[in-house]
């Protein structure tokens, strides 16, 4: 059997889909995958030299698989009036509330990545506020928290802080889409025990 260090070619199934503890909790037998989301692997295998264990952790099921790449895709990678780094932002304050160990690895490599900048990374995992920050940052992740803290809470006046920060109207609504996803996605991450990629953790450093 393969083992999560091996290093497949493309076109090959990654050794990653062995949905084995390494890579979450529960054993739940690879699924058949589409033309597409083979496509999806072989690329991620190619751009990134591992599938991330996330998309593996799904893998069971090929339309649960679409339905989340979907989601995430439109979400993180569509143009946006929120800049990439912006979106991973999110995500990791999001995830650091929730302590989620998958989402704060993975995407605090991304805002490392991103940033070019490993203290940032760093203090978005920790405590984003402890960051010298812009006003439209600030705003952005004060937010986002909010929402994963006390969403009964969010109000009128946190929607105007965000357009007095620069937001227009879809970019608030991607600041909580954003937010949001990663509130369900940490949960289920946690729900299973899914492990990240060791790769992440010396990436941008």
Known sequence: MATKHDKPKVGEAPAQQDTSPAVMALPLPPGTLSAENQAYFDKCLEKLGFVPNVLVSYAHDDAKLSAFATVYNDLMLAPSGL???EREMIAVAVSSVNRCY?????????????????????????????????????????FAVKLTE?????????????RKAGFGERDIWDVGAVAAFFNMSNRMASAVDMRPNAEYHGQAR
Do not use: F
């Open 102 to 142: 998958y989402c704060l690895t993975a995407h605090g490599a991304a805002v490392r990545q991103l940033s070019g900048d490993p203290v940032l990374g760093e203090l978005m995992v920790m405590n984003y506020r402890a960051a010298e920050l812009s006003v439209r940052h600030r705003a952005m992740l004060d």
């Open 83 to 85: 800049s990439k780094l």
């Open 150 to 162: 006390t969403p009964h809470l969010i109000g009128e006046a946190d929607r105007e802080g965000l």
